[in-house]
């Protein structure tokens, strides 16, 4: 189910969701770990039926994976990229756990759209670090409020400690130097797969919408796990702290 108003016949959404799912592994060779930590901790913490909002869903690549492990889930998607969304509603069409909704996270009403008033996860991965800290803060504080007493946030994302620039350089270095090996075999960067995107019958119209929303790129703050950490707290998490991280990545949980 969708708000979106695309015609999505015509496509092979399962070829879609791998060649999206090969590009961000390009950038994120972890990327799958993160992935099964945070299910684990959903189970973990809130059980193996639980109502999760995908927020920032894109494609849909977490509610995917939440309904795999976990059939009797239900998770909402909600999203303002149409491309994207075009791609996660055809490939969850006629799948009564899934609801996918268009919203801005930068509009204060953005929760009025929202099928639920709470949840007992909030989900998200490889999205927020678009927002600078000020608006990604008052975002915290709206999460909190969408999710239940005992449940959980779990944000996905570059965090950068910048009180160790060897190291950060070092890691960088390293991991491009094998991007560019990997591009060299035939790996899609993200202009690529966008490039491909927007020759496509049926999302070239999404795409060319989703390029005047956003742009080329929007790069907001990177701030380290500690200010993710303090934040949440002070929005009204009990308790917040990494719970996986990789070189370059880390999956910060907190519990309401």
């Known amino acids: 189910m969708t ?20 590009q961000q592994e390009w950038y994120m060779p972890d990327r799958e770990d993160r992935f099964r930590i945070m ?11 639980p ?16 309904l795999a492990r976990f059939p009797a889930a239900v998770s909402v998607g909600v999203d303002l990229d149409p491309a994207l969304l075009t791609i996660a509603e055809g490939t969850f069409a006629g799948d009564e756990r899934a609801t996918f909704v268009t919203a801005d996270l930068k509009d204060p009403d953005w929760r009025t759209k929202l099928p639920y008033d709470a949840y007992d996860a909030v989900l ?30 779990m944000n996905a994302d570059h965090m950068i400690d910048d ?20 591009k060299e075999a035939g790996a899609l960067d993200w202009a690529q797969w966008w490039q491909l995107a927007a020759q496509d019958p049926v999302l070239a119209g999404p795409t060319a919408r989703r ?11 990177v701030p380290p796990p500690a200010w993710h950490a303090r934040v949440l707290r002070e929005k009204g998490f009990a308790e917040a702290r990494p719970v996986w991280c990789s070189p370059s990545d880390t999956l910060l949980l907190a519990v309401r």
């Open 39 to 49: 299910l684990d901790m959903v189970e973990a913490l809130v059980g193996t039926a």
């Open 3 to 22: 708000d979106a108003q695309t015609t999505t016949t015509g496509a092979d959404w399962r070829a879609w969701q791998e060649s999206w799912d090969r």
């Open 163 to 182: 009180s160790t620039p060897r190291i950060n350089a070092a890691e960088r270095a390293q991991r491009h130097l094998r991007m560019d090996q990997a």
């Open 211 to 221: 390029f005047e929303i956003y742009g080329e790129h929007a790069d907001g703050d």
């Open 124 to 153: 998200t991965a490889t999205a927020l670090h678009w927002l600078h800290s000020e608006p990604l803060a008052a975002l915290y504080g709206q999460i909190a409020e969408l999710v239940r007493d005992g449940g959980v946030f």
């Open 51 to 66: 109502r999760i909002l995908d927020l920032a869903c894109g494609t849909g690549t977490i509610t995917a994976r939440l």
